[in-house]
Every structure is written in C-alpha cells, then in structure tokens.
T-cell receptor, first 114, second 113 residues
Framework: NAGVTQTPKFRVLKTGQSMTLLCAQD?????MYWYRQDPGMGLRLIHY???????AKGEVPDGYNVSRLKKQNFLLGLESAAPSQTSVYFC?????????????FGPGTRLTVL | AQSVSQHNHHVILSEAASLELGCNYS??????LFWYVQYPGQHLQLLLK??????LVKGIKGFEAEFIKSKFSFNLRKPSVQWSDTAEYFC???????????FGQGTTLQVKP
C-alpha cells in the first residue's frame, strides 16, 4: 500500500515550457487535491476533484489545468510555466466516507522555473 | 472569506520546554479542525483532528489540542518538546462537504538540544 505518490520529485523548467505532474493513490479515495506550498503562505489549493471525470477550481487555479480520467490518478498541468510557479506541489486524497475527511499527502514535487 | 491564522511564525525552544502554538479560524458554521506536521524534507502528516465531541483531542507523539468554539481557536500543545519535534506545523480547517482544507501559514518550530 503505497498511499499517495507523486512523479517527478524534482523538476527544473525554463519559462514558457510545459509539464505535467502525476499524482496516484491506491486507497480508492474519491477526492483528490493539488496544493502549492510557498514560504510563509502555508498550503494553497490549486484544483481539486470529487470524483472521476470531475474537477473544480481552488484558491489559486490560474496557470494550471487538471484532469481526473481515472479515479486513482490526478494530473496537474502547467501549459506555459512562469517563475511565479516555482514552488513545492503536494497532492492529497481523501474519502467522504471517512469522517472527518482526513487528507493523505504525497511526498511533494519541487519545481523551479527559470 | 474563510481563513486560518497562525500567530507564531517561528518558535525556538529548548528541549523539555512546553509548547503552545496558536490557531484561529474565521467561519461561523460547523468545522472540522486539523493539525499537520511536516518534518524537514518530508510530506505532511496528520498530528490530530477534531470533528465533534470532547473539545480536548489527543494526537500522536504527545501532542494535544483544545477546540474553543467561542474563541474560534484550536491551539496545539505539548508539555515537553524534544529535539525530534523540530518541524513545521500547520493548522487547517475543513468547511463544506467537498473535503477542501484551508491551511494557516504554518509555524516553524526549532527545538534546541
């Protein structure tokens, strides 16, 4: 039982490049989330999904897109990376059937945009 | 808008000192409250959680937190910290039924041996 895994762990991009971050969970959780963590700002929700085929915007969605084609996977895309997107990205998952919706986090992806 | 505020951004303690980290939230409805810890280089792990019942909740590694509804607070405490408690601590609030969490800014705790 691997829990929540993220690929890749580190990435360096040049401004304007694109990339996709992959999140996978093996806990059969309905809900999945993407956060970014920046110093002094805690974690901020980018996008989330309450089920396969559904996505919704979070607090800071601009510049990102997501897809949830399979229940166990949640992809975060950057179409044209900007230096402001340099951050640590965390994926999380939870189940509505487990009170009180504890979220389980992945190990993070450290992204640097030059 | 809902928000979570952690008053202490950086706390430095000696081993065996007592710890209290403040957390206040702004939301008038039913809330679920969490404290997460992030050890250096690691992902977030759940320390403790509150969703109903006894407002004093106990978590892992000797941590506890008290939910005071009238003060919109959920402060984290530990009677005697250890060097291994050095980490960043996040308070979070869940509102609504989509499981979304709102996080505070985080508090970095440094425990000196």
């Amino acid at each position: 039982n691997a829990g929540v895994t993220q690929t890749p762990k580190f990435r360096v991009l040049k401004t304007g490049q694109s990339m996709t971050l992959l999140c996978a969970q093996d806990m059969n959780h309905e809900y999945m989330y993407w956060y970014r963590q920046d110093p002094g700002m805690g974690l901020r929700l980018i996008h989330y999904s309450v089920g396969e085929g559904t996505t919704a915007k979070g607090e800071v969605p601009d510049g990102y897109n997501v897809s949830r084609l399979k229940k166990q996977n949640f992809l975060l895309g950057l179409e044209s990376a900007a230096p402001s997107q340099t951050s640590v990205y965390f994926c999380a998952s939870s189940s509505p059937g487990l009170a009180p919706n504890e979220q389980f986090f992945g190990p993070g992806t450290r992204l640097t945009v030059l | 808008a809902q928000s979570v505020s952690q008053h202490n951004h950086h706390v430095i303690l000696s081993e065996a000192a007592s710890l209290e980290l403040g957390c206040n939230y702004s939301y008038g409805g039913t809330v679920n409250l969490f404290w997460y810890v992030q050890y250096p280089g690691q992902h977030l792990q759940l320390l403790l959680k509150y969703f109903s019942g006894d407002p004093l909740v106990k978590g892992i590694k000797g941590f506890e937190a008290e939910f005071i509804k009238s003060k919109f607070s959920f402060n984290l405490r530990k009677p005697s910290v250890q060097w291994s408690d050095t980490a960043e601590y996040f308070c979070a609030v869940k509102t609504g039924n989509t499981g979304k969490l709102i996080f505070g800014q985080g508090t970095t705790l440094q425990v000196k041996p």
